[in-house]
Protein backbone atom coordinates (compact mmCIF):
# COMPACT_ATOMS: atom_id res chain seq x y z
CA UNK A 1 0.00 0.00 0.00
CA UNK A 2 1.57 3.45 -1.34
CA UNK A 3 0.56 5.96 1.19
CA UNK A 4 1.20 9.67 0.55
CA UNK A 5 1.25 12.63 3.08
CA UNK A 6 0.71 15.67 1.46
CA UNK A 7 1.52 18.22 4.47
CA UNK A 8 3.05 16.46 7.11
CA UNK A 9 4.37 19.91 8.54
CA UNK A 10 0.97 20.34 9.94
CA UNK A 11 1.72 18.25 12.80
CA UNK A 12 4.49 19.42 15.66
CA UNK A 13 7.74 17.90 15.31
CA UNK A 14 7.26 16.41 18.58
CA UNK A 15 4.36 14.23 17.36
CA UNK A 16 5.46 10.75 16.73
CA UNK A 17 3.35 8.99 13.60
CA UNK A 18 4.29 5.42 14.72
CA UNK A 19 4.13 3.37 11.29
CA UNK A 20 0.89 1.43 10.05
CA UNK A 21 1.31 -2.37 11.48
CA UNK A 22 1.18 -3.82 7.43
CA UNK A 23 3.69 -3.79 4.61
CA UNK A 24 3.39 -0.49 3.14
CA UNK A 25 5.35 2.48 1.28
CA UNK A 26 5.01 5.63 3.44
CA UNK A 27 5.80 9.26 1.14
CA UNK A 28 5.48 12.07 3.55
CA UNK A 29 5.83 15.92 2.20
CA UNK A 30 5.96 18.94 4.35
CA UNK A 31 4.18 20.77 2.39
CA UNK A 32 2.24 20.58 -0.97
CA UNK A 33 0.92 23.75 -3.29
CA UNK A 34 -2.07 23.66 -4.88
CA UNK A 35 0.01 22.95 -8.05
CA UNK A 36 1.87 20.10 -7.13
CA UNK A 37 -1.18 18.14 -5.83
CA UNK A 38 -1.86 15.90 -8.98
CA UNK A 39 2.16 15.12 -9.29
CA UNK A 40 2.37 13.95 -5.91
CA UNK A 41 -1.22 11.77 -5.74
CA UNK A 42 -1.03 9.89 -9.18
CA UNK A 43 0.33 6.61 -7.66
CA UNK A 44 -1.02 6.83 -3.89
CA UNK A 45 -3.54 4.41 -2.56
CA UNK A 46 -4.13 6.20 0.60
CA UNK A 47 -3.42 9.87 0.75
CA UNK A 48 -3.08 11.86 4.34
CA UNK A 49 -4.08 15.59 4.22
CA UNK A 50 -4.58 18.15 6.88
CA UNK A 51 -5.63 21.22 4.76
CA UNK A 52 -4.23 20.53 1.19
CA UNK A 53 -7.60 21.06 -1.09
CA UNK A 54 -8.49 18.00 -3.28
CA UNK A 55 -11.38 18.71 -5.18
CA UNK A 56 -12.69 16.82 -8.32
CA UNK A 57 -9.76 17.63 -10.56
CA UNK A 58 -6.61 16.68 -8.35
CA UNK A 59 -8.99 13.42 -7.39
CA UNK A 60 -9.14 11.98 -11.13
CA UNK A 61 -5.29 12.17 -11.50
CA UNK A 62 -5.10 9.32 -8.27
CA UNK A 63 -6.70 6.35 -10.38
CA UNK A 64 -5.47 4.17 -7.52
CA UNK A 65 -6.87 6.21 -4.31
CA UNK A 66 -8.77 3.85 -1.99
CA UNK A 67 -9.01 6.14 1.19
CA UNK A 68 -8.26 9.82 1.99
CA UNK A 69 -6.91 9.86 5.88
CA UNK A 70 -8.12 13.57 6.62
CA UNK A 71 -5.24 14.55 10.19
CA UNK A 72 -7.74 16.69 11.01
CA UNK A 73 -12.19 16.66 11.92
CA UNK A 74 -13.25 19.32 8.98
CA UNK A 75 -13.75 17.88 5.85
CA UNK A 76 -14.73 21.34 3.90
CA UNK A 77 -11.55 20.89 1.56
CA UNK A 78 -12.13 17.67 0.11
CA UNK A 79 -14.71 17.05 -2.60
CA UNK A 80 -16.80 14.36 -0.83
CA UNK A 81 -19.39 13.62 -3.06
CA UNK A 82 -16.40 13.20 -5.97
CA UNK A 83 -15.09 10.58 -3.69
CA UNK A 84 -18.63 8.98 -3.39
CA UNK A 85 -18.62 8.77 -6.79
CA UNK A 86 -15.21 7.33 -7.26
CA UNK A 87 -15.93 5.20 -3.76
CA UNK A 88 -13.09 6.55 -2.49
CA UNK A 89 -13.72 6.05 1.61
CA UNK A 90 -12.81 9.74 3.62
CA UNK A 91 -11.99 9.18 7.56
CA UNK A 92 -11.86 12.07 10.00
CA UNK A 93 -10.14 12.50 13.72
CA UNK A 94 -12.72 12.52 16.03
CA UNK A 95 -13.10 14.29 19.78
CA UNK A 96 -9.07 14.33 20.26
CA UNK A 97 -9.52 17.81 21.37
CA UNK A 98 -12.14 17.86 23.92
CA UNK A 99 -9.74 19.39 26.63
CA UNK A 100 -7.45 21.61 24.59
CA UNK A 101 -9.92 23.67 22.47
CA UNK A 102 -12.00 24.30 25.36
CA UNK A 103 -9.08 25.04 27.56
CA UNK A 104 -7.82 27.60 24.80
CA UNK A 105 -11.39 29.12 24.42
CA UNK A 106 -11.36 29.48 28.13
CA UNK A 107 -7.89 30.90 28.06
CA UNK A 108 -8.82 33.80 25.54
CA UNK A 109 -11.89 34.56 27.73
CA UNK A 110 -9.75 35.54 30.95
CA UNK A 111 -7.19 37.22 28.91
CA UNK A 112 -10.05 39.49 27.40
CA UNK A 113 -12.60 39.53 30.72
CA UNK A 114 -9.67 40.26 32.88
CA UNK A 115 -7.61 42.61 30.28
CA UNK A 116 -3.84 40.17 30.64
CA UNK A 117 -2.44 41.38 26.97
CA UNK A 118 -3.16 44.79 27.78
CA UNK A 119 -1.76 45.09 31.36
CA UNK A 120 1.41 43.36 29.80
CA UNK A 121 1.72 45.56 27.19
CA UNK A 122 1.18 48.73 29.46
CA UNK A 123 4.05 47.13 32.29
CA UNK A 124 6.17 46.69 28.95
CA UNK A 125 5.95 50.22 27.80
CA UNK A 126 6.77 51.25 31.41
CA UNK A 127 3.36 52.43 32.80
CA UNK A 128 3.87 50.71 36.19
CA UNK A 129 7.00 52.77 36.89
CA UNK A 130 4.97 56.41 35.70
CA UNK A 131 2.04 55.42 38.24
CA UNK A 132 4.36 55.66 40.89
CA UNK A 133 2.63 53.33 43.39
CA UNK A 134 1.92 49.53 43.52
CA UNK A 135 -0.96 49.23 40.93
CA UNK A 136 -2.46 50.89 38.12
CA UNK A 137 -6.03 50.31 36.92
CA UNK A 138 -5.73 51.60 32.91
CA UNK A 139 -7.98 49.07 31.65
CA UNK A 140 -11.24 46.93 32.90
CA UNK A 141 -11.34 43.47 34.64
CA UNK A 142 -14.20 41.91 35.04
CA UNK A 143 -14.89 38.46 36.98
CA UNK A 144 -17.04 35.76 35.15
CA UNK A 145 -18.81 34.43 37.94
CA UNK A 146 -22.13 35.61 37.45
CA UNK A 147 -22.18 36.80 33.91
CA UNK A 148 -24.01 34.79 30.91
CA UNK A 149 -21.84 32.39 28.68
CA UNK A 150 -23.41 31.79 25.54
CA UNK A 151 -22.20 28.85 23.15
CA UNK A 152 -23.49 28.61 19.62
CA UNK A 153 -22.77 24.91 18.90
CA UNK A 154 -23.84 22.06 20.93
CA UNK A 155 -21.75 19.28 20.13
CA UNK A 156 -18.68 17.76 22.22
CA UNK A 157 -16.98 20.73 22.34
CA UNK A 158 -19.80 23.16 23.20
CA UNK A 159 -20.60 21.30 25.56
CA UNK A 160 -17.43 21.00 27.45
CA UNK A 161 -17.05 24.48 27.20
CA UNK A 162 -20.61 24.85 29.04
CA UNK A 163 -19.44 22.38 31.64
CA UNK A 164 -16.32 25.08 32.11
CA UNK A 165 -18.24 27.77 32.40
CA UNK A 166 -20.90 25.96 35.14
CA UNK A 167 -17.92 25.43 36.99
CA UNK A 168 -16.85 28.99 36.94
CA UNK A 169 -20.07 30.14 38.06
CA UNK A 170 -21.22 31.51 34.68
CA UNK A 171 -24.74 31.20 33.43
CA UNK A 172 -24.74 29.16 30.93
CA UNK A 173 -27.05 29.90 27.63
CA UNK A 174 -26.54 26.96 24.70
CA UNK A 175 -27.83 27.02 20.93
CA UNK A 176 -27.59 25.46 17.65
CA UNK A 177 -26.68 28.12 14.87
CA UNK A 178 -29.41 30.23 13.59
CA UNK A 179 -32.23 28.43 12.15
CA UNK A 180 -31.33 25.28 13.71
CA UNK A 181 -33.29 23.83 16.57
CA UNK A 182 -31.64 22.61 19.57
CA UNK A 183 -32.56 20.14 22.47
CA UNK A 184 -31.57 19.76 25.97
CA UNK A 185 -32.43 22.21 29.44
CA UNK A 186 -29.56 24.86 28.19
CA UNK A 187 -31.50 25.25 24.63
CA UNK A 188 -32.13 29.00 24.40
CA UNK A 189 -33.20 30.28 20.73
CA UNK A 190 -29.92 31.97 18.87
CA UNK A 191 -31.65 35.30 18.61
CA UNK A 192 -32.04 35.13 22.64
CA UNK A 193 -28.66 34.11 23.15
CA UNK A 194 -27.04 36.90 20.70
CA UNK A 195 -29.43 39.32 23.28
CA UNK A 196 -28.58 37.86 26.74
CA UNK A 197 -25.02 36.74 26.56
CA UNK A 198 -22.12 38.44 28.34
CA UNK A 199 -19.90 35.93 26.40
CA UNK A 200 -20.24 34.45 23.02
CA UNK A 201 -18.03 31.62 22.18
CA UNK A 202 -18.51 29.39 18.35
CA UNK A 203 -18.25 25.87 18.37
CA UNK A 204 -19.85 25.26 14.93
CA UNK A 205 -18.78 23.43 11.94
CA UNK A 206 -18.02 25.79 8.94
CA UNK A 207 -21.35 24.86 6.22
CA UNK A 208 -23.45 26.43 3.66
CA UNK A 209 -25.98 27.14 6.52
CA UNK A 210 -23.34 28.31 8.83
CA UNK A 211 -20.69 30.54 6.88
CA UNK A 212 -20.82 34.22 7.96
CA UNK A 213 -23.67 33.69 10.77
CA UNK A 214 -22.44 36.12 12.68
CA UNK A 215 -22.52 39.53 11.04
CA UNK A 216 -23.39 43.14 11.41
CA UNK A 217 -27.05 42.13 11.82
CA UNK A 218 -25.89 39.78 14.33
CA UNK A 219 -23.84 42.58 16.18
CA UNK A 220 -26.54 44.75 16.22
CA UNK A 221 -28.53 42.55 18.67
CA UNK A 222 -26.23 42.12 20.87
CA UNK A 223 -27.54 43.73 23.52
CA UNK A 224 -24.65 43.35 26.67
CA UNK A 225 -21.70 44.38 24.58
CA UNK A 226 -20.19 41.03 25.20
CA UNK A 227 -17.08 39.04 24.31
CA UNK A 228 -17.02 37.04 21.31
CA UNK A 229 -14.24 34.11 20.99
CA UNK A 230 -14.34 32.02 17.84
CA UNK A 231 -12.08 28.71 18.12
CA UNK A 232 -13.95 26.73 15.99
CA UNK A 233 -13.88 28.26 11.87
CA UNK A 234 -13.14 31.40 10.43
CA UNK A 235 -15.43 31.97 7.92
CA UNK A 236 -18.40 31.73 10.60
CA UNK A 237 -17.80 35.30 11.05
CA UNK A 238 -18.01 38.20 8.73
CA UNK A 239 -14.30 38.94 9.24
CA UNK A 240 -14.84 42.40 7.57
CA UNK A 241 -17.30 43.83 10.22
CA UNK A 242 -15.69 42.72 13.58
CA UNK A 243 -13.44 45.98 13.66
CA UNK A 244 -16.98 48.13 13.00
CA UNK A 245 -18.66 46.12 16.15
CA UNK A 246 -15.89 46.89 18.18
CA UNK A 247 -15.66 50.72 17.19
CA UNK A 248 -19.30 50.57 17.89
CA UNK A 249 -19.51 49.15 21.23
CA UNK A 250 -21.58 46.41 20.01
CA UNK A 251 -18.80 43.68 21.53
CA UNK A 252 -16.82 44.17 24.29
CA UNK A 253 -13.75 42.43 22.85
CA UNK A 254 -12.97 40.04 20.34
CA UNK A 255 -10.24 36.51 20.18
CA UNK A 256 -10.04 34.34 17.68
CA UNK A 257 -8.10 31.34 16.33
CA UNK A 258 -9.27 31.26 12.83
CA UNK A 259 -9.61 33.01 10.45
CA UNK A 260 -11.57 32.71 6.82
CA UNK A 261 -7.73 32.97 4.84
CA UNK A 262 -5.10 31.36 6.41
CA UNK A 263 -2.56 32.42 7.28
CA UNK A 264 -4.73 35.78 6.78
CA UNK A 265 -2.71 38.34 4.00
CA UNK A 266 -1.03 41.32 5.20
CA UNK A 267 -4.58 43.34 4.21
CA UNK A 268 -6.78 41.07 6.28
CA UNK A 269 -9.25 43.15 8.84
CA UNK A 270 -7.83 41.51 11.84
CA UNK A 271 -4.04 42.95 10.78
CA UNK A 272 -5.75 46.20 11.63
CA UNK A 273 -6.50 45.15 15.16
CA UNK A 274 -3.51 43.48 16.43
CA UNK A 275 -2.69 46.52 18.51
CA UNK A 276 -6.12 46.76 20.26
CA UNK A 277 -6.13 46.04 23.67
CA UNK A 278 -9.53 44.23 23.50
CA UNK A 279 -8.24 41.80 20.44
CA UNK A 280 -6.46 38.71 20.59
CA UNK A 281 -5.58 36.60 17.14
CA UNK A 282 -3.69 33.09 18.14
CA UNK A 283 -2.59 31.07 14.92
CA UNK A 284 -4.99 28.22 14.79
CA UNK A 285 -3.30 26.92 17.72
CA UNK A 286 -6.16 25.74 19.75
CA UNK A 287 -6.52 22.09 18.78
CA UNK A 288 -2.63 21.80 19.13
CA UNK A 289 -1.98 20.61 22.47
CA UNK A 290 1.54 17.77 23.13
CA UNK A 291 -1.33 15.43 24.25
CA UNK A 292 -3.91 16.04 21.61
CA UNK A 293 -1.98 16.16 18.78
CA UNK A 294 0.00 12.73 19.72
CA UNK A 295 -3.98 11.43 20.50
CA UNK A 296 -4.41 12.94 16.37
CA UNK A 297 -1.43 11.09 14.86
CA UNK A 298 -2.93 7.89 17.35
CA UNK A 299 -6.06 8.12 15.96
CA UNK A 300 -5.12 8.95 12.36
CA UNK A 301 -2.95 5.53 11.95
CA UNK A 302 -5.88 3.52 13.88
CA UNK A 303 -7.74 4.78 10.84
CA UNK A 304 -5.48 3.49 8.13
CA UNK A 305 -5.10 0.09 9.87
CA UNK A 306 -8.86 -0.19 10.02
CA UNK A 307 -8.91 0.46 6.56
CA UNK A 308 -6.67 -2.13 5.84
CA UNK A 309 -8.30 -5.19 7.66
CA UNK A 310 -11.20 -4.11 5.88
CA UNK A 311 -13.51 -2.40 8.44
CA UNK A 312 -13.22 1.35 8.28
CA UNK A 313 -13.71 3.31 11.09
CA UNK A 314 -15.14 7.44 11.43
CA UNK A 315 -15.90 7.33 7.74
CA UNK A 316 -17.75 10.92 7.28
Not at 74 to 90: F, S
Not at 104 to 109: E, G, I, M
Not at 176 to 193: A, I, N
Not at 257 to 283: G, Y
Request: hydrophobic letters at 45%.
Amino acid sequence: MNIVFLDGDTLPAHTRLRPPAFAHQWVQHGKTLPEEVTKRVVDADVLVVNKVRLDAQSLSAAPHLRLIAVAATGTNHIDLEACRRRGIVVSNIRNYAAHTVPEHTLALLFALRRSVCAYRDAVRAGRWQAAGQFCFFDHPIRDLAGSTLGVIGDGVLGQAVARLGEALGMRVLMSGHKGRQGQGTLYTPFEEVLARSDVLTLHCPLTPQTRHMIGAPEFAQMARSPLLINTARGGLVDESAVGPALDAGQIAGAAFDVTEQEPPPADHPFMALLDRPNFILTPHVAWASQEATQALADQLIDNIEAFQRGAPVNVV
